[in-house]
């Protein structure tokens, strides 16, 4: 059973949810938990709407040294300056703020080919759905959080407690499970993972749940022991469905910075990666990872975590996040 402090935190979590139903809308909350990227990115692009300038090499170092700073990445930030810096010579900008217009454009082409929706197949059941990650970067609350959009879908959630290491991540899952009122398949502390995963889809197959979310312990992506860990939990799964799991999701902390493509590729590399989801946003200044991550990967970004709130976690939509970024309303095609 959930203790009284795991049930206080998701309770706490709910609240605030609750307590700003409808205070500014998803498009807010996104350029809210973004104020602290766009602000380091101001100070190094603002000035371009300050009237209209002459494009020179000022402007343009001003503007490569802003998107380093923010990390959008060695490899992203040439891409994007040399296709500006062309315009330029092909007297395609004529100012400034045709400069920053083009760096919208540049940004949202970059992002659209890793936008991704995380869809449930109503032919596969259970959908299983393995979430790894590094310690810390909220798995188990971003399992949570899932669970109640699959489940105001209509969809029938399982929980399975994959992280058997940790007595906590066990109470934390369980406090979700019994928030969202959907079975938590667990066992002791220390029990072979693997099994408890290996149950879970079993159980679920039984009851005709249509969602399984399986949460894993937090592990080094340079630890090969724990890495191995994972490729027997799916090949376990793999033995009572050869097609799962279905999905395996990546959880990444915005704030580890250039360290994410590391992450990404280790990780790709021993479980074969199908989606990421891109955590604390609001807490750092540095969401341009998400463009050094699709210079580098083709893999879709299927939420991006800005805040607390159960509306927190937010569809990826490559249009609201650069306008969010810039401060600029989405374009009306956006989704």
Partial sequence: ??????????????????????GGGLWHRLRGGLAKTRSQLAEGVGALLLGKKEIDD???????????LTDVGVDATQAIMESLAGRVRRKQLNDTQALY??????????????????CVDPDKRPFVILLVGVNGVGKTTTI??????FKADGHQVMLAAGDTFRAAAVEQLSAWGEANDVPVIAQHQ??????????????????????????TAGRLQTKTNLMDE????????????????HEVLLVLDAGVGQNALSQVAQFDAAVGLTGLIITKLDGSARAGILFAIARQFDIPVYFVGVGEQLEDLQPFDANHFVAALLDQEPDAQGS
């Fill in 1 to 22: 059973m959930p203790t009284r402090v795991q049930r206080q935190m998701v309770g706490q979590i709910e609240a605030k949810g609750e307590a700003n139903e409808g």
């Fill in 58 to 68: 000022a402007a343009l170092e001003q503007l490569e040294t802003a998107l380093l």
């Fill in 101 to 118: 217009a083009a760096l919208r454009s540049e940004l949202t082409a970059l992002l659209e080919p890793i936008t991704g929706r995380l």
């Fill in 144 to 149: 949570g959080k899932l669970a109640r959009r």
């Fill in 190 to 215: 220390g029990a072979d993972s693997a099994s408890v995963v290996f149950d879970a889809v079993q159980s679920g197959a039984a009851r005709g749940i249509d969602v399984v979310l399986v949460d």
């Fill in 230 to 245: 994972l490729r027997k939990i799916k090949r376990v799964v793999g033995r009572l469905d050869a097609a799962a799991p």
